[in-house]
């Protein structure tokens, strides 16, 4: 191998990157290591990431049946406020039934007679 004079032009400043040190200063070596480090924390956080989507993904699956349940039961008690208001033939406007004091919607609901026993 043949060094490059001081002050002649050398073959890295044609490519304009640091030329590399081999042999006692770790070169290629210490290189291709320092690489398969990386490599190994690289898999780790693509794993670690994939975890977390996993666990985010549950979490969406999870709150999603929680919406759908919430929403359905919803349904049913409008089916059910429909009932009882056709039953009953209160027609209120439920809008402003839903601004109605207890007394108000109490005083519109037939009475029942309790029996003594």
Known sequence: ARRAKEGSPSPEGSYGGASLELGAYGGITSEVEQLKRDRLLL???VMRLREVQTTTSDE?????????AT?????QMMSFVEAVQQGTGLSFNMNSGLNMTSEQVASRLPRKRRQML
Not at 60 to 68: D, E, G, I, K
């Open 43 to 45: 898999l780790k956080e």
């Open 60 to 68: 969406v699956r999870r709150l999603s049946a929680r919406l759908q």
């Open 71 to 75: 929403e359905q039961f919803q349904a």
